[in-house]
């Protein structure tokens, strides 16, 4: 790592705009369940393990769409992916888990109508999520298509965005932070986990066990430059020897470097899901608990007059 910095200076290491703008959000998050959380109906205090989850997402997101892993991940792939799992994987459900339902509940009441009710939906339908993020992710590490969003600072940017979103319908229907709201059964949360650890599958085995490498944007100096070139500030010569030489900062093969980033994102991917799958459990044992101490209740015979 001690590479990159003698190499790059501070906006392209720490991408301080990211900072500024995911500031601001913190800001936005802790001025809206403080001092605006009485505007809305229902509201009731958020707990401190949400505030808690809010602060990680910001900084998981931070690490995968900044940091000097932004760098890393130009140079090798398993970065790159690395910085994926923080950002779609990690950042997002965090998101999800942090923002409280009174929020959730007042935005679907403010924009619900006959209209906008059947767009959401379309939009809101577990299989369109299912297919979207997963179609979305597996599209991207087609070699074509990742070398040419590599190679476009504002492609790239719009297509994490699009990542961004289509992470938060998938994990919307794994997590159900309002229940109300387009519900699946406890059950079939946990048949939809493994539904998108299938579908993902492919997309991970193309780079594990791809007899050679697939992304030039690794293996072509000529390309990698061009991509490298939109890290540094305008005219600055693209430091070559980070991607051979003595003094590169690859440790390892293409090849090598291509079959742990499909491994890194395939272990990490299960390794959230069987989080998620527990949190589900967990859901649907306190239901059940509630649901039999209310019918406890409710067979106590009652005195007659």
């Known amino acids: 790592m001690s590479v990159l910095f003698e190499n790059f200076g501070f906006r392209a290491l720490w991408t301080p705009e990211l900072l500024l703008g995911l500031l601001v959000i913190g800001i936005l998050y802790f001025l809206l369940i403080t001092r605006w959380r009485s505007r809305f109906k229902g509201s009731a205090p958020v707990r401190t393990r949400q505030k808690v989850y809010f602060v ?7 690490i995968g769409w900044g940091s000097p892993l932004y760098i890393a991940g130009h140079i090798m792939i398993s970065f790159h992916m690395t910085q994926m799992v923080f950002a779609y994987f990690i950042a997002t459900p965090l998101f999800l888990l942090a923002i409280p339902s009174w929020f959730f ?6 924009f619900r109508s006959p209209v906008t009710e059947r767009i959401f939906r ?6 369109v999520a299912l297919f979207l993020f997963n179609g979305l992710f597996s599209f991207y590490h087609v070699p074509f298509m990742f070398d040419t969003l590599m190679q476009s600072v504002v492609l790239h940017s719009m297509y994490e965005y699009l990542l961004l979103f289509a992470a938060a319908l ?7 932070p309002l229940p109300s709201a387009f519900p699946l059964s406890d059950l079939r949360r946990v048949g939809y986990i493994f539904a998108n650890g299938i579908l993902i599958t492919p997309a991970c085995a193309l780079i594990i066990f791809a007899p050679t ?5 690794y293996t072509d100096p000529t390309i990698w430059a061009q991509v490298m070139a939109y890290c540094l500030p305008a005219g600055t010569a693209v430091p070559m020897g980070l991607l051979s030489g003595p003094d ?5 093969e293409a090849r090598m470097d291509q079959q742990l980033a499909g491994v890194l994102m395939k272990v990490m991917q299960e390794i959230t899901y ?8 967990k859901q649907w044992l306190k239901k059940e608990k509630q649901q039999d101490g209310a019918l406890t209740i409710s067979d106590i015979p009652t005195a007659k007059p």
């Open 248 to 252: 590169s900062f690859t440790f390892l």
């Open 56 to 62: 990680l997402a910001l900084l998981a997101l931070y």
């Open 213 to 217: 490498t697939l992304y030039q944007t």
């Open 170 to 176: 998938m994990w919307w229907h794994m997590i159900a």
């Open 274 to 281: 069987g989080f998620t799958i527990g949190y589900v459990f």
């Open 105 to 110: 509940q007042a935005m679907v009441d403010r």
């Open 122 to 127: 379309v939009i809101w339908s577990p299989i």
